[in-house]
């Protein structure tokens, strides 16, 4: 049974640093990993789609990178603003399992002015 | 570009009472159609996911139901809502030949 792990929990830092958000998976046989924006009270943003046979996508201060092997993916957010502060969530599709897609339990990021 | 649209945003119900949300979608076709819930201080639980008009697979046994009688609409329905129900319920898609979920902006319950 895939299983999807975030560690942080929550996660605060000071404006302008460079941050990691980590993701890990059980099971590497996966069709995609794609990370989430959500902020209170609101549905969520994806922010960025990994194919299994990728590495990384980029999409202007966010990196996110993915290791089918090892199970894991990370989230790197460059020079991080106030306006970042949100929960971010991950989430993978199992090859197997019909349409169904595994979400981790989130990281709570709060970037300090 | 595909919009989803969610309705009531939110919603306060009293114990036993039915329930009725709607999840329109706009601009794709034959998409794949999702309800989660996302309790307090929890991640996203799958409830219900339609690859067409009438095919609905219950991942969770509960007291809700789902309905699909239109390509662009997901309904999810209770006849009597437990506190238990309380939450914020997500409708999602995956467009026919994309890999990427899209998510609705939410509809907060509240069961008394």
């Known amino acids: 049974k895939q299983e999807v792990t975030q560690i942080p929990a929550a996660l605060s830092v000071p404006e302008g640093e460079n941050l990691v958000l980590n993701c890990s998976f059980t099971?590497?046989?996966?069709?995609?990993l794609q990370w989430f924006r959500q902020d209170p009270g609101k549905g969520l943003t994806s922010l960025l789609l990994?194919?299994?046979?990728?590495r990384e996508q980029t999409s202007g201060r966010l990196n996110a990178s993915l290791d089918k092997s090892s199970g894991r993916s990370t989230l790197y957010i460059a020079a991080s603003q106030p306006g970042d502060s949100a929960t971010y969530l991950c989430?993978?599709?199992?090859?197997?399992?019909?349409?169904?897609?595994?979400f981790g339990a989130g990281t709570r990021l709060f970037v300090k002015a | 570009s595909q919009t989803i649209h969610q309705w009531p945003a939110t919603l306060v119900q009293p114990v036993g009472s039915p329930l009725s949300l709607e999840c329109t979608v706009e601009?794709?076709?034959?998409?794949?159609l999702y309800w989660y819930r996302q309790a307090a201080g929890r991640g996203l639980q799958l409830l219900f996911y339609s690859v067409g008009i009438g095919q609905i697979s219950s991942e969770v046994p509960q007291n809700l139901s789902a309905s699909r009688p239109q390509d662009r609409q997901f309904i999810l329905s209770s006849k009597k809502l437990l506190l238990s129900d309380s939450g914020f319920y997500l409708c999602?898609?995956?467009?026919?030949?994309?890999?990427?979920?899209?998510f609705g902006p939410g509809t907060r319950l509240t069961v008394l």
């Open positions: 601009g794709t076709s034959n998409p794949n």
């Open positions: 099971d590497s046989a996966i069709y995609n």
């Open positions: 989430a993978v599709r199992p090859q197997t399992g019909g349409f169904k897609t595994i």
């Open positions: 990994i194919q299994s046979s990728q």
């Open positions: 999602a898609l995956k467009g026919t030949g994309h890999n990427e979920q899209f």
